[in-house]
């Protein structure tokens, strides 16, 4: 495990800024300090020892600690997310309840959507009544990945997953294999629609912007070889996205609605 190497120094107060100024030309990462007592952190022993030799005649202690995960403890305080009847989400795999329910790990640092919101719930509430067994999926502007994920436990024999944020790339790979899911099962890319090779697909994700849906939609259309599942879309919005559905021959099939939030699936 990693160690946090800490120099602990009795401090008189009148002292404190004298020492405090001496750490600053060391290589310590930081200090606290507090009822007559500086602790300082390096990186490793030789910094500290380095720097206790600069504070030689003063009460030094050399500690070593475990260093804190901070974050993964406090992801492993967070309760999984049950969405729909069949899902449940958590930054962890520990986190899992022991049942049936279809599991995907997404960290929760991650800004590209861990389930929580509405758009995301909603997409997979519709894709857990469609039939995806054997199925080729489309996830447009993926962010985490999490809709592909969900396809793939729904039976999809692969879905391709992309965004046009290059940042988006790593939060794809690395969740694609927390979920044990073969790159071959779920090819990632950055970029747009217009970037993919030829090819139809039986189910197509959308949790984006209304703008980028409808401008989409030409694109989109001759990727479909089945139903669109657009969300991202506010329920005051709606209309507007279905009058630009129908205008390139799509209906609307079945829709859920979540606070403020709409999605829909286009035939």
Known sequence: MPTDYILEIACPAELEDIVLARLFL???????????VIQAWF???AD???AAA???????????????????????????LFIGERFVVAPDATLFPDDARLRIVVPQEQAFGTGSHETTSLCIELL?????RGKRALDVG?????????MLRLGASKVIAFDIDPDAYGALRDNRARNGIAPVAMPLFIGGVESLRAGKFDVITMNILPEVIIASL???LER????????????????????????????????????EWWAGELR
């Open 142 to 150: 993926s962010g985490s990945g999490i809709l592909a994920l969900a």
């Open 48 to 50: 500290r020892e380095a």
């Open 54 to 80: 600069m504070l030689a005649g003063l009460d030094v202690t050399p500690i070593d600690r475990e260093r804190v995960d901070w974050l993964t403890r406090y992801q492993q305080s967070l309760a999984p």
């Open 26 to 36: 060391t290589a310590s990462t930081g200090s606290t300090s507090g009822d007559g």
């Open 224 to 259: 479909m070889a089945g139903s669109l599942i657009v969300s991202g879309v506010l329920t005051s919005r709606r209309d507007e996205v279905l009058e630009a559905a129908s205008a390139r021959g799509l209906s609307l099939g079945r829709e859920r609605t979540k606070g």
């Open 43 to 45: 990186d490793s022993s």
């Open 218 to 220: 030409p694109m989109v």
């Open 128 to 132: 857990e009544s469609a039939n995806l």
